[in-house]
């Protein structure tokens, strides 16, 4: 089902990602703003009944798709039955669960149909990953990470932008060491002059003290935070950074 009558295939990281984003804000409507109709149209007596998100942000109720394999991994089935058997926000909640783990499926089997390398593949993810799932924003866990955010960045001046030995001691956990902005304009050209030499390890691109940096404390080199997908509020709930390629070597046997 595509909510349209017509196939849509989406081919490029992009396309599948707005694909996923439009999937996604039709589940959270249903789970959200038109949570009475939804939860009416969850009829126990009826049969297995599915929440289907289509790529135009709408959102419906029916029974799943009758061709086997379907043309698209189906959602969870059924989700009608347990809707009087528990308290109505926790019903909800399961839902999302199984709506986050439909719109992933369905993203990776257009990266699996259409032949996302390694790199297309990794780059879908990190884009889905930095939005919130359907749990987080039915649960209302997604407004307090905001909160938090909000708060770590009123502090950002001192803790992602620490000097030289405060980087040190804390093993260059957060950005690249910058004199204060209170300090003499000679200081700022001796830094960059200190760690102009100095790449990112991802692009390969020169050291600027205005971007965030974050060193990885295995193979101690630096990355450009928008690099290695790390904002400085993540950085600080990081205790130790393990870049993307010493993670993949971990991980090896």
Known sequence: ?????????????EEVFRDFKGRRAGMIKALTD??????????PEKENLCLYGFPSE????????????PELPEPALGINFARDGMQEKDWLALVAVHSDA???GVAFYFGARFGFDRSDRKRLFNMINEMSTIYEVVTGAAKKQVKEKSSVSNHS?????PNSKRASESQGKFSKP?????????????????????LCGACGENY??????ICCDICEKWFHGKCVKITPAR???????????????????
Not at 208 to 213: G, M, N, T, V
């Open 208 to 213: 600027a003290s205005d971007e965030f940096w």
């Open 178 to 198: 910058t004199q204060p902005k209170e300090e003499d304009e000679g200081l700022d050209e001796e830094d960059e002059d200190e760690h102009g030499e100095t």
């Open 1 to 13: 089902m595509d909510g349209s009558g017509t196939q849509y295939n989406p081919r490029t990281v």
């Open 34 to 43: 038109d949570v009475e109709d939804f939860f009416q149209q969850c009829d």
């Open 58 to 69: 709408q959102w419906e109720v029916n029974l799943p798709a009758e061709e086997v394999p």
């Open 102 to 104: 439909w719109l992933l």
């Open 235 to 253: 950085a600080e709930h990081i205790k130790q950074y393990k870049c993307p390629s010493c993670s993949n070597k971990r991980a090896r046997p």
């Open 157 to 161: 001046s001192t803790k992602s932008k």
